[in-house]
């Protein structure tokens, strides 16, 4: 016995739709791998081995950050060694300048303008940031490490207060003409000095931290990457300046004025010494997160070969893969249409 079989237009369109809908979605996949050279569900494709190439690529951002941070480290550390530099520049300057003051009549008050510049200039320099951290407050980055030396300000009023408490008269006063050799080098060696050390330095002077900033440059790597202003040597610059520009010298005696300046050239050139170590610590560790950070752009090259390996696709393939569905999309656009002109009322 014969059966007949019905085919309606309306199941042939269903099953073309749900082509379109399957190969689209497919499309979209192929074209995204021929466009990116990788596998568009990375999971999917590799299966049991998504889990190595996870590590990899946690590898390979844990690498880009601290290439990234040793960017931030270098220019911090750079500047740091520019202002070092710089300080010891000026600190070699004024010692002359110094050295030529001590035998000259008038020699308070020529060396009181550079005195006073290069105070302020100190001071500058240690409050020098950088993207927002200051460089020389130690852990204590968000703070101004230095205050500053102006009337009214701790570090000015305690130096005040000490040479008036030793001597019964001010910095200005006619009577610093009176003080005697004896009693500047007993003054500067004890009350004066104490107050470029703990714990006034720290109470008048500096609110950075002795501890110092530390950064991960490598994957085993952690160095010191700041520098405190609380190193002796800007304590002695501080302490040198201080004393050339305010303890009244215009008015002392010559040979109390030759005192004075002693001691100034003492702290100067020890100073200099102090900076110059300092600055080749900082060069031992600007060497160290260069070293690190080639070694670190080797290994993102090595992870980033071994990653795209993994979830490479074949150009070529995907390219045909996308020409192929295009054609079945529109082979199966084009056979809907034609369906959906087909009426009986064509055939009454």
């Known amino acids: 016995m014969m059966s007949a079989n019905y085919i309606s237009t309306l199941m042939l369109s269903s099953s073309l739709r749900s082509s379109i809908t399957n190969n689209q979605a497919a499309l979209t996949k192929a074209s995204k791998e021929a466009t990116t050279g990788r596998f568009a569900d990375v999971g999917l494709e590799l299966g049991a081995t998504t889990g190595s190439d996870i590590t990899l690529r946690a590898d390979l951002s844990f690498a880009d950050q601290l290439v990234d941070t040793n960017g931030l480290v270098s220019g911090r550390l750079d500047t740091t060694q520019n202002r070092i530099t710089q300080l010891g520049a000026t600190a070699t300057s004024f010692l002359k300048d110094l050295i030529a003051a001590r035998s000259t009549d008038g020699g308070g008050r020529i060396i009181l303008p550079p005195a006073s510049a290069n105070l302020q200039d100190l001071i500058g320099a240690l409050n020098v940031s950088y993207n927002g951290s200051y460089l020389f407050s ?8 230095i205050t500053a030396y102006t009337a009214g300000s701790a570090s000015k009023n305690q130096v005040d207060a000490d040479f008036l408490a030793t001597f019964g008269f001010s ?16 003054f500067l060696n004890t009350t004066f000095d104490a ?3 703990s ?6 002077w500096s609110t950075a931290t002795d501890q110092t900033m530390q950064s991960r440059i490598s994957t085993t790597e952690i160095a010191d990457t700041s520098v405190s202003a609380n190193q002796i040597g800007f304590r002695r610059l501080a302490e040198a300046y201080t004393m050339m520009a305010d303890l009244g010298n215009a008015n002392l005696s010559q040979d109390t004025f030759q005192v004075v300046v002693d001691k100034a050239i003492g702290l100067v050139g020890n100073a200099i010494t102090d900076l110059a170590t300092l600055g080749g610590g900082v060069g031992t560790v600007q060497q160290r997160v260069t070293g690190a950070t080639e070694k670190l752009k080797t290994q993102q090259d090595i992870l980033n070969n071994q990653i795209v390996k993994m979830e490479a696709v074949d150009p070529t393939e995907a390219s045909v893969r996308v020409n192929t569905l295009q054609t079945q999309i529109k082979t199966a656009l084009s056979l809907t249409s034609q369906l959906q002109q087909i009426s009986l009322i064509n055939y009454l």
């Open 195 to 197: 107050e470029f050390a």
């Open 171 to 186: 910095q200005s006063s006619a009577s610093v003409s009176t003080i005697t050799p004896a009693q500047m080098q007993t």
């Open 138 to 145: 130690g852990v204590n980055t968000q703070n101004t490490p």
């Open 199 to 204: 714990p006034a330095w720290n109470t008048n």
